[in-house]
C-alpha cells in the first residue's frame, strides 16, 4: 500500500495511526502542501486525487480494513459522534484550504484568522470534553476512531497555540494514546519528511 502524506496533515496522521495500529505496512510518498504553492495542486496529484488533498491511501489489491470501533451499537454511535465531530465540522475549517482562502481571497489579516482557527477548535473541543471520560482513552478501555480522529487535531491546535487548560480531559486521552507506539510511530516530528 502506498499513503500519499504530509507529515503536518492532521488527516493523514490520522491514517498513519490506524495503518500502525493495524500492523500494515506501507510506503510512503510525502506531498509537501506549501512548497511551491503547494505539489497538491501539480497534475501529477491531481491525477491521483481530483480533491488535491492528502492523505490517499493506495491499495494494491482492494482489500478494505475497519477501523476500531466497539460492540455497542450506542457506544458505536458515540465513538462516530466525535470522530465526526472532528473530521467534518473542525477540521474543514482549520484546512489550509480554508485559511489560504481567509487570507488571499477573503483579504482578512493574520491575526483574525488565528481567532477562527481558536473560535471553531475551543468550539468543537468544548463540545468533545463534555462527552468524554477517559478511560484512559475517549471512549473507554480501547482505542478507538474517536482517538485516531483526536490526537491529531489536538497537536494541531498545539502548533497553533491554542490554549489546552480548559480541556484536561482530552490532554488526558492525548497522553494515554501517546504512550502507544502505534500514535508514537505516527507522529509528525517522527516522520522522514519533517522539517
Ligand atoms: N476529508 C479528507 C480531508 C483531507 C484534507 O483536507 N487534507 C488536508 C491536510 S490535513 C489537505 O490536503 N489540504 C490541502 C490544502 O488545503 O490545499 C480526509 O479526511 O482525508
Known amino acids: 500500500m502506498k ?6 496533515s492532521s488527516a493523514a496522521y490520522r491514517v498513519r495511526i490506524a495503518l500502525n495500529l493495524k500492523g500494515l505496512p506501507y510506503e510512503m510518498t510525502s506531498i509537501h502542501l506549501t512548497k511551491d504553492g503547494g505539489h497538491q495542486r501539480k497534475p501529477e496529484f491531481s491525477a491521483v486525487n481530483p480533491q488535491m488533498r492528502v492523505p490517499v491511501l493506495a491499495l494494491s489489491s482492494g482489500e478494505k480494513f475497519r477501523l476500531a470501533l466497539v460492540a455497542d451499537a450506542l457506544d458505536r454511535a458515540k465513538v462516530r459522534a466525535i470522530a465526526q465531530m472532528i473530521a467534518c465540522d473542525i477540521h474543514p ?11 488571499r481571497a477573503l483579504k482578512h489579516e ?9 473560535h471553531w477548535v475551543i468550539e468543537g473541543f468544548t463540545a468533545i470534553e ?16 474517536a482517538d485516531v480522529c483526536l490526537v491529531p487535531q489536538v497537536y494541531n491546535a498545539r502548533r497553533l497555540k491554542v490554549p489546552l487548560d480548559k480541556f484536561p480531559k482530552i490532554v488526558a486521552v492525548e497522553a494515554a494514546c501517546l504512550k502507544l507506539p502505534a500514535f508514537e510511530k505516527a507522529r509528525p516530528e517522527n516522520q522522514p519528511d519533517a522539517e
Open 130 to 145: 463534555a462527552m468524554i471520560k477517559p478511560a484512559p482513552y475517549a471512549c473507554g478501555a480501547h482505542v478507538t476512531l
Open 3 to 8: 499513503l500519499y502524506s504530509y507529515f503536518r
Open 110 to 118: 493574520q491575526p483574525e484568522i488565528d481567532a477562527w482557527y481558536h
Open 93 to 103: 475549517l482549520n484546512n489550509l484550504v480554508t485559511l489560504q482562502y481567509l487570507k
